[in-house]
C-alpha cells in the first residue's frame, strides 16, 4: 500500500530515513522545475533543490502539521532561492526546460523562461507553481498560506506582465 506524504513525513520526524527518501524522490521533479521557474537556470535549480532537502532532512523533526509537509519544504525551497543573488535570478535557462521535453528548449521557451525569472516576486511564485511544478490553484494556495482568490489574481496580474515583457521583447 503506497503510504500518503502525512504518513511518510511523520516517519521521517522519527528518523526513518527511508520513509524521507521517498518523499525526496515525489517531491524531486516538481521541485526543480518550480525553482527553476524561480531562478531561471536549471543546473541552479538542482543544486538548490538539493539544498532544501538537506536542510529538511536537519530539520524534520521540528516539522508541526506533518500533513502540510510539502509546503513546508516548498517554503524552504522558495526562501532559498530569494535569498539568491538578483543576478543569478534572473539569467536565462541556458539547457534543458524544467519539465525536459526531451530536446534543448527553443528559442520561444528561452525567451519566456527569461521573462518569467524576472517577474514580481509572488507572480514569479504562482507561475512556477503553476506551470513548472504542475500545481493546482488549490495546492498553489495551500502551499503559499493564500486564499485561491488570490492565487487566480496574481496569476491574472503575471500573464499580464508577461505578455507585455514578450510583446516589448519581440520588438527589440
Given amino acids: 500500500m503506497k503510504r500518503t506524504d502525512e504518513q511518510l513525513a511523520r516517519a521521517s520526524k ?7 527518501g521517498i518523499l525526496v524522490e515525489r517531491l524531486r521533479a516538481p521541485l526543480i522545475g518550480y525553482i527553476t521557474g524561480l531562478l531561471g537556470v536549471r543546473d541552479d535549480a538542482e543544486e538548490l533543490a538539493q539544498e532544501t532537502f538537506m536542510i529538511a532532512w536537519q530539520k524534520i523533526g521540528g ?3 506533518p500533513a502540510r509537509v ?3 519544504i516548498y ?3 522558495h526562501n532559498l532561492a530569494v535569498k539568491r543573488p538578483k543576478q543569478m535570478r534572473t539569467q536565462p535557462l ?3 526546460p524544467p519539465c525536459g521535453g526531451g530536446g534543448p528548449p527553443d528559442e520561444r521557451s528561452m525567451a519566456l523562461l527569461g521573462v518569467v525569472a524576472r517577474l514580481s516576486e509572488p507572480h514569479r511564485a504562482v507561475i512556477s507553481r503553476k506551470h513548472f511544478a504542475g500545481r493546482s490553484g488549490d495546492d498553489i494556495a495551500r502551499q503559499l498560506g493564500i486564499p485561491v482568490g488570490t492565487v487566480r489574481s496574481r496569476l491574472s496580474r503575471a500573464y499580464t506582465e508577461l505578455r507585455v515583457m514578450l510583446i516589448e521583447q519581440e520588438s527589440k
Avoid: H
Fill in 63 to 65: 516539522l508541526r502539521i
Fill in 94 to 96: 541556458t539547457e534543458d
Fill in 70 to 72: 510539502n509546503a513546508w
Fill in 14 to 20: 522519527e528518523g526513518d530515513s527511508r520513509a524521507f
Fill in 75 to 77: 517554503r524552504i525551497a
